[in-house]
T-cell receptor, first 113, second 114 residues
Framework: DVKVTQSSRYLVKRTGEKVFLECVQD?????MFWYRQDPGLGLRLIYF???????EKGDIPEGYSVSREKKERFSLILESASTNQTSMYLC????????????FGSGTRLTVV | KQEVTQIPAALSVPEGENLVLNCSFT??????LQWFRQDPGKGLTSLLL???SQREQTSGRLNASLDKSSGRSTLYIAASQPGDSATYLC?????????????WGAGTKLIIKP
């Protein structure tokens, strides 16, 4: 019954590496989102996408990029990982008309060393 | 600018008690409000979604109410159990056109003592 799948639960990467976080949803949702969550700072929106190949910056896009080549898949890319990007990353999706709200994935705990 | 506040930040109650979690928002022009649960180190699980035209939603022991005019929502948990221990977050969707983004509260960390 899994609907939003994040490819990794835990990830350890080295400073300067290029990192890909993958998110796949099977609900045919138009909107997809990437958040990061840090203690004391809550949930912060990095990027979102409302259609294939479309993307919009959220509150904290610096150091990140995204890709949405297919409707079901939304990738978050850390071009050159840094230690301050150590965080919990959460992917979510929602239909275009917000009747059903958001569905989240189980999260990826990324540690950059 | 819409702001969402959850008070208290943490709550500890004995097992079996009924309890209420609060969520307030500054702008009553919302499209919907959603309550989530998050277990430590995990993603968010949607609990209840209330549309702006609705007054409440129920799921099992959970009941969420919405009073737009006063800018408040409450999540009522009946007969609390240790398994209810988690952080509870509320989020509002500002408008139909803004469903791209939610405005989040900081959450209430709930501990149910056996």
């Amino acid at each position: 019954d899994v609907k939003v799948t994040q490819s990794s639960r835990y990830l350890v990467k080295r400073t300067g590496e290029k990192v890909f976080l993958e998110c796949v949803q099977d609900m045919d949702h138009e909107n997809m989102f990437w958040y990061r969550q840090d203690p004391g700072l809550g949930l912060r929106l990095i990027y979102f996408s409302y259609d294939v190949k479309m993307k919009e910056k959220g509150d904290i896009p610096e150091g990140y990029s995204v890709s949405r080549e297919k409707k079901e898949r939304f990738s978050l890319i850390l071009e050159s990982a840094s230690t301050n990007q150590t965080s919990m990353y959460l992917c979510a999706s929602s239909p275009a008309a917000g009747w059903y709200g958001y569905t989240f994935g189980s999260g990826t705990r990324l540690t950059v060393v | 600018k819409q702001e969402v506040t959850q008070i208290p930040a943490a709550l500890s109650v004995p097992e079996g008690e009924n309890l209420v979690l609060n969520c307030s928002f500054t702008d009553s022009a919302i499209y919907n409000l959603q309550w989530f649960r998050q277990d430590p180190g995990k993603g968010l699980t949607s609990l209840l979604l209330i549309q702006s035209s609705q007054r409440e939603q129920t799921s099992g022991r959970l009941n969420a109410s919405l009073d737009k005019s006063s800018g408040r929502s409450t999540l009522y948990i009946a007969a609390s159990q240790p398994g209810d221990s988690a952080t509870y977050l509320c989020a509002v969707s500002p408008s139909l056109d803004s469903n791209y983004q939610l405005i989040w509260g900081a959450g209430t960390k709930l501990i149910i003592k056996p």
